[in-house]
């Protein structure tokens, strides 16, 4: 069974420019998950959908990100004009349930994001 | 809010020490509690959990036990191995199935 896949696993932008994160969830998981580590901090969480619906996303640090999950299927996360403090490590996760301890968030390689 | 405090690193150990990553959290209620470990080039994996006060999580050699009085998930392995070279991440869940994470620990082990 192929895992949660990420696109592209490093991108290298200037200030002003915009990149989107691709993310492939496990096939039949309804939930997806964005999170985000900028180096040495810890992991934070961005947001949640549950198949295409925002289902939280107070995790957004601002409006130059955009999240998008057309058909419940892959997402992607545009950074639009990305900012030097926007480098760090994204990555995607999905679940096939939400909610109780048995369930399993599988994460990504992440995406590699470096703004100079 | 939720959070999870992880010991800095890096942790540089030769092969077959001791490891412990220690971990504390700050929750109300009864959060379950995690360690994820991030191998080189790989994504996020579970490495083990405990849902209730005094469980301990094991796997691979590696242990933790949840301790609700400290309010601590320590992660333990007897012998490390260069394979465990990664970053290690306690983190937690309370209610909702979203895990709030500690910043990660490095450790690298030496032949």
């Known amino acids: 069974e192929a895992g949660v896949t990420q696109f592209p696993s490093h991108s290298v932008i200037e200030k002003g420019q915009t990149v989107t994160l691709r993310c492939d969830p496990i096939s039949g998981h309804d939930n997806l998950y964005w999170y985000r580590r900028v180096m040495g901090k810890e992991i934070k969480f961005l947001l949640h959908?549950?198949?295409?619906?925002?289902?939280?996303e107070s995790g957004m640090p601002n409006n130059r990100f955009l999240a998008e999950r057309t058909g419940g299927t892959y997402s992607t996360l545009k950074v639009q004009p990305a900012e030097l403090e926007d480098s760090g490590v994204y990555f995607c996760?999905?679940?096939?349930?939400?909610?109780?301890?048995?369930?399993?968030?599988?994460f990504g390689e992440g995406s590699w994001l470096t703004v100079v | 809010g939720d959070s999870v405090t992880q010991m800095e690193g890096p942790v540089t150990l030769s092969e077959e020490a001791f490891l412990t990553i220690n971990c504390t959290y700050t929750a109300t209620g009864y959060p379950s509690l995690f360690w994820y470990v991030q191998y080189p080039g790989e994504g996020l994996q579970l490495l083990l959990k405990?849902?209730?006060?005094?469980d301990k999580g094991s796997n691979k050699g590696f242990e933790a036990t949840y301790r609700k009085e400290t309010t601590s998930f320590h992660l333990e392995k007897g012998s490390v191995q260069v394979s465990d070279s990664a970053v290690y991440f306690c983190a937690l869940t309370r209610g909702s199935y979203i895990p709030t994470f500690g910043r990660g620990t490095s450790l690298i082990v030496h032949p």
């Open positions: 405990a849902t209730k006060a005094d």
């Open positions: 959908f549950v198949k295409e619906s925002k289902q939280d």
């Open positions: 996760a999905s679940s096939q349930d939400f909610g109780g301890t048995g369930n399993t968030i599988y």
